[in-house]
């Protein structure tokens, strides 16, 4: 009884520095393992992670964190809220194209091409701000602790169930958009743990209050959930845009729409997030032009510019390449006549993969000035990928043009 008291007064101090130190959420769970071991097994085996190798490499150490952590027996579960109360504007869009959502966040539409860069990645990297008050934590927890301690922090990066964890102790319940989902605050969360090799009093789990609601499953635009509680990465839209490496295929670019760094809408869609608080911690609030930023000036970055431009954010893990591809999508998206100058000059890129979005860009837009720049960038195009979506494009704008002749003359 005596050490039942005791563990239960540092649970509770642990809490409470976890809290001072600026984490909303925070609970307490055993290490043992994980409830939703198998069906991560099962989507791995049914390949829904896509790209993502390094889940397949941790499969056993996310499956079992004894395997990770041999001495611990307590994990401490955080959460960090990082929402900015800023809507996601409307735009002016071509034909094919319409915003994903008709979210409350949607306001007046703007002239210049605007992107969409999900919220986490305004502000500065997540992973170094929340390691270090996590070791903070521990630091803490040793000077009033007696006793041997040992302790390892872990902030998305490292092989760990991470939802599961912060569902058993008692942080919110994973809702059928995947998202770990706090009943009172919503799931504007990045996640956290801190392993301890010490015994500590676990929280309760909270039961799933989704219901009948399937709003999020929804409002995907690529249909990325084959169901409730299930995703595939592969059609996500924030994989698609910082997981991928290669092109994004052909028929999800369309429903892409205008996202440049990962999504937002399963989260926005969500009524648990209609009374969502801004965070309090000023690191996370929206970096100069990465709120809505314009879109034609990002597809001229050198890699110096975007290094420099994005140095400390999320928005590295993309790489150039990456990154401006995904501009050339929402700008092929966007339909913007004013677009392309840049996209014509993005066809002289070095890398072939920025080519070749740019050429379905500028295909999708389809004007005569578009037209003679794929036509004089097959001329020399050397690389067989981009070849291919510079032919692909021309083709598809003759079709269209056909078509449409065909309408006009009766047939």
Same mark, same amino acid.
């Given at each position: 009884?005596?050490?039942?008291?005791?563990?239960?007064?540092?649970?509770?101090?642990?809490?409470?520095?976890?809290?001072?130190?600026?984490?909303?959420?925070?609970? %307490?769970?055993?290490?043992?393992?994980?409830?939703?071991? *198998?069906?991560?097994?099962?989507?791995?085996?049914?390949?829904?992670?896509?790209?993502?190798?390094?889940?397949?490499?941790?499969?056993?150490?996310?499956?079992?964190?004894?395997?990770?952590?041999? !001495?611990?027996?307590?994990?401490?579960?955080?959460?960090?809220?990082?929402?900015?109360?800023?809507?996601?504007?409307?735009?002016?869009?071509?034909?094919?194209?319409?915003?994903?959502?008709?979210?409350?966040?949607?306001?007046?539409? $703007?002239? *210049?091409?605007?992107? !969409?860069?999900?919220?986490?990645?305004?502000?500065?990297?997540?992973? *170094?701000?929340?390691?270090?008050?996590?070791?903070?934590?521990?630091?803490?927890?040793? $000077?009033?602790?007696?006793?041997?301690?040992?302790?390892?922090?872990?902030?998305?990066?490292?092989?760990?169930?991470?939802?599961?964890?912060?569902?058993?102790?008692?942080?919110?319940?994973?809702?059928?958009?995947?998202?770990?989902?706090? +009943?009172?605050?919503?799931? !504007?969360?990045?996640?956290?743990?801190?392993?301890?090799?010490?015994?500590?009093?676990?929280?309760?789990?909270?039961?799933?209050?989704?219901?009948?609601?399937?709003?999020?499953?929804?409002?995907? +635009?690529?249909?990325?959930?084959?169901?409730?509680?299930?995703?595939?990465?592969?059609?996500?839209?924030?994989?698609?845009?910082?997981?991928?490496?290669? +092109?994004?295929?052909?028929?999800?670019?369309?429903?892409?729409?205008?996202?440049?760094?990962?999504?937002?809408?399963?989260?926005? %869609?969500?009524?648990?997030?209609?009374?969502?608080?801004? $965070?309090?911690?000023?690191?996370?609030?929206?970096?100069?032009?990465?709120?809505? +930023?314009?879109?034609?000036?990002?597809?001229?970055?050198?890699?110096?510019?975007?290094?420099?431009?994005?140095?400390?954010?999320?928005?590295?893990?993309?790489?150039?390449?990456?990154?401006?591809?995904?501009?050339?999508?929402?700008?092929?998206?966007?339909?913007?006549?004013?677009?392309?100058?840049?996209?014509?000059?993005?066809?002289?890129? *070095?890398?072939?993969?920025?080519?070749?979005?740019?050429? !379905?860009?500028?295909?999708?837009?389809?004007?005569?000035?578009?037209?003679?720049?794929?036509?004089?960038?097959?001329?020399?195009?050397?690389?067989?990928?981009?070849?291919?979506?510079?032919?692909?494009?021309?083709?598809?704008?003759?079709?269209? $043009?056909?078509?449409?002749?065909?309408?006009?003359?009766?047939?």
């Amino acid at each position: 009884m005596m050490r039942s008291k005791t563990e239960q007064a540092l649970s509770l101090r642990i809490k409470e520095e976890a809290q001072r130190l600026g984490f909303e959420l925070v609970g %307490i769970s055993p290490v043992k393992l994980p409830p939703h071991e *198998e069906s991560f097994a099962k989507w791995l085996r049914k390949e829904l992670h896509g790209e993502l190798e390094y889940m397949k490499r941790t499969e056993e150490l996310r499956r079992d964190p004894r395997r990770l952590v041999p !001495w611990a027996k307590s994990i401490v579960s955080v959460g960090m809220n990082y929402f900015t109360a800023f809507p996601r504007p409307a735009v002016n869009v071509g034909a094919g194209f319409k915003p994903a959502t008709k979210s409350s966040c949607v306001r007046e539409a $703007t002239d *210049e091409p605007k992107g !969409w860069i999900s919220r986490y990645a305004w502000g500065d990297d997540y992973h *170094e701000l929340m390691k270090k008050k996590l070791e903070l934590l521990l630091e803490t927890i040793r $000077t009033f602790h007696d006793g041997p301690l040992e302790g390892k922090a872990f902030v998305d990066s490292g092989p760990v169930l991470e939802r599961d964890w912060a569902g058993v102790a008692g942080m919110g319940w994973i809702g059928k958009n995947t998202h770990l989902i706090s +009943p009172q605050k919503g799931s !504007w969360f990045f996640l956290g743990e801190l392993f301890l090799s010490i015994p500590l009093t676990s929280d309760r789990p909270i039961r799933d209050r989704c219901g009948k609601c399937d709003l999020c499953l929804k409002a995907c +635009p690529t249909g990325a959930f084959i169901g409730p509680y299930v995703l595939d990465a592969r059609r996500c839209i924030s994989y698609l845009t910082i997981e991928l490496k290669g +092109p994004i295929p052909r028929h999800l670019r369309s429903l892409v729409g205008n996202h440049i760094f990962g999504c937002d809408i399963c989260q926005e %869609i969500c009524p648990y997030n209609v009374k969502a608080e801004a $965070t309090a911690e000023s690191a996370y609030a929206p970096r100069a032009g990465l709120y809505a +930023p314009d879109l034609i000036p990002l597809l001229a970055l050198t890699h110096a510019e975007f290094h420099q431009r994005f140095r400390g954010s999320p928005i590295l893990r993309a790489k150039r390449r990456g990154f401006l591809r995904n501009v050339a999508v929402a700008l092929g998206n966007l339909r913007s006549p004013e677009a392309v100058p840049a996209l014509i000059l993005a066809l002289d890129d *070095e890398e072939p993969l920025v080519r070749g979005h740019a050429a !379905w860009a500028l295909g999708r837009i389809g004007s005569p000035t578009a037209i003679e720049a794929l036509q004089n960038r097959l001329a020399v195009e050397e690389d067989g990928g981009a070849r291919n979506e510079i032919e692909t494009a021309v083709g598809e704008i003759g079709n269209r $043009t056909s078509d449409i002749g065909d309408q006009r003359s009766g047939f």
